[in-house]
């Protein structure tokens, strides 16, 4: 791994094998009419899970900017593992209607894991209101208590190979070793997200529909290799959530998420199949475990509190379907926009510089454009589209030098190029 990019076959091979049995069963008992109309739902979910893999590691080297090695890093173990686990779910839900405009669905939900052995209960509440006559108008709110599920890789990860990095001097010589080592956590419990939105939708003359929406989620408890005796932290801060070459990293519930969006739609549908949308979200996602920490990991991070890799603040999207003047043709489009995602920048030494994503690609640009023709071909209704996408050509680079000092440091790479489209859509039988 050299500034210039890195060379040689990928130091990791892996097969991995994941199994599921479930068992659920629902039960919708009678309708019940108390101060309005009660529909029940009953429910219940078990999961036997297992989860076996094979890791085959080789050495990588980092290379600094005059070619010199800085680390070497081996891996020690077998890599060879299997994870099983467990989990139950119990919950119950009434879709309640005391008014003909209006409907509340509330519920409870009870989960347990093999994994951190903690009970979980989430709560739910969600109401949906007309306000007027014509129902053309609709109010929503709502609010729930959610909690992930346990994942058996993150878990594993103890079970797995170990990091043994040897650090270079500047006359080249190897210093003693550094061992990364991953411990299963104590008093583990199941990561907790609060969830409240709103929202309106009014439906306008010729079939045109507007919404507006609001959502905020905050997630604590989550999941994240912390360094052994690290606090845990409060809110969603710059707190030091820090890991590198070497040490010991155990299995916390100190990880904090925020997510933040408001977003606008407006559709219209006409004829049998045609129509067009058009909508704009602003969001924001942080979170204090940007990058994950595993042995595979070449980076080093002093403070791991950023934005989300999949973080847009802003999205534009538009899409339509309409006939032309010809019986039978139509034509299609699809256009998105979006900021760039975030990227870190980094010392030769692999030390992450600055905020953890604090720089961001180019925006994105697609716009696709396709015409279509519908045809009976031997008793079966087809299309076929002829178009192209990124009509624009727009670039959308896909790679980026993010190494300080580097001569090619914050230029972008990859293209996604205008390419043609050619597809064949069946829609069944013809009616005879």
């Keep these: 791994m050299a500034?210039?990019?890195?060379?040689?076959?990928?130091?990791?091979?892996?097969?991995?094998?994941?199994?599921?049995?479930?068992?659920?069963?629902?039960y919708f008992p009678r309708v019940r009419h108390f101060a309005?109309?009660?529909?029940?739902?009953?429910?219940?979910?078990?999961?036997?899970?297992?989860?076996?893999?094979?890791?085959?590691r080789t050495t990588y080297e980092l290379l600094s900017l005059t070619g010199q090695p800085l680390f070497q890093t081996t891996f020690q173990g077998s890599g060879d593992f299997d994870r099983?686990?467990?989990?139950?779910?119990?919950?119950?839900?009434?879709?309640?209607?005391?008014?003909?405009?209006?409907?509340?669905?509330a519920g409870v939900r009870e989960d347990w894991n093999e994994l951190v052995r903690h009970v979980a209960i989430s709560p739910r509440i969600a109401v949906s209101y007309a306000p007027f006559a014509d129902a053309r108008t609709k109010l929503t709110a709502g609010y729930a208590i959610l909690h992930d599920a346990t994942n058996l890789a993150l878990f594993s990860r103890p079970l797995d190979q170990q990091a043994v990095t040897v650090p270079y001097s500047s006359t080249g010589a190897p210093e003693a070793p550094l061992v990364t080592t991953l411990a299963s956590g104590q008093n583990l419990r199941l990561p907790r997200y609060d969830k409240w939105s709103s929202g309106i939708e009014h439906e306008f003359r010729h079939r045109i529909a507007g919404r507006a929406e609001w959502l905020r989620k905050r997630g604590r408890d989550g999941f994240v290799y912390a360094p052994e005796g690290t606090a845990a932290p409060l809110t969603v801060q710059p707190v030091l959530l820090s890991y590198g070459f070497g040490g010991a990293y155990a299995l916390t519930n100190q990880r904090r998420d925020a997510y933040d969006e408001v977003a606008f739609t407006a559709r219209q549908t006409f004829g049998d199949q045609y129509g067009w949308m058009a909508s704009y979200v602003r969001s924001r996602a942080a979170?204090?475990?940007?990058?994950?920490?595993?042995?595979?990991?070449?980076?080093?991070?002093?403070?791991?509190?950023?934005?989300?890799?999949?973080?847009?603040?802003?999205?534009?999207?538009?899409?339509?379907?309409?006939?032309?003047?010809?019986?039978?043709w139509a034509v299609a489009f699809l256009a998105d926009y979006r900021t760039g995602f975030?990227?870190?920048?980094?010392?030769?030494?692999?030390?992450?510089?600055?905020?953890?994503?604090?720089?961001?690609?180019?925006?994105?640009?697609?716009?696709?454009?396709?015409?279509e023709r519908r045809f009976t071909f031997a008793g079966y209704r087809l299309a076929i589209r002829a178009?192209?996408?990124?009509?624009?050509?727009?670039?959308?680079?896909?790679?980026?030098?993010?190494?300080?000092?580097?001569?090619?440091?914050?230029?972008?790479?990859?293209?996604?190029?205008?390419?043609?489209?050619?597809?064949?859509?069946?829609?069944g039988r013809a009616p005879r």
Excluded at 39 to 54: C, M, N, P, S, V
Excluded at 293 to 321: E, I
Excluded at 398 to 419: C, K, M, W
């Design 342 to 371: 975030p990227f870190a920048v980094t010392s030769d030494s692999g030390m992450v510089v600055g905020p953890v994503d604090g720089h961001r690609y180019p925006s994105s640009f697609d716009l696709n454009l396709a015409i």
């Design 84 to 105: 099983p686990g467990a989990s139950v779910a119990t919950y119950v839900t009434d879709h309640w209607q005391p008014a003909p405009r209006l409907a509340i669905d």
């Design 387 to 427: 178009g192209t996408n990124n009509l624009t050509g727009h670039r959308n680079p896909t790679a980026v030098n993010s190494v300080i000092g580097a001569p090619q440091y914050l230029q972008f790479f990859g293209d996604e190029g205008r390419h043609f489209v050619l597809r064949i859509r069946v829609f």
């Design 3 to 26: 500034p210039a990019g890195r060379s040689g076959d990928y130091f990791v091979r892996s097969r991995e094998h994941g199994r599921r049995d479930q068992l659920f069963v629902n």
């Design 36 to 56: 309005g109309r009660h529909q029940l739902q009953l429910g219940a979910d078990a999961q036997r899970l297992d989860y076996t893999a094979q890791f085959q």
């Design 287 to 328: 979170s204090n475990a940007v990058l994950d920490v595993s042995v595979d990991q070449p980076l080093q991070v002093l403070n791991n509190f950023g934005r989300m890799p999949w973080d847009a603040p802003n999205r534009v999207l538009g899409w339509g379907y309409f006939p032309l003047p010809f019986k039978n």
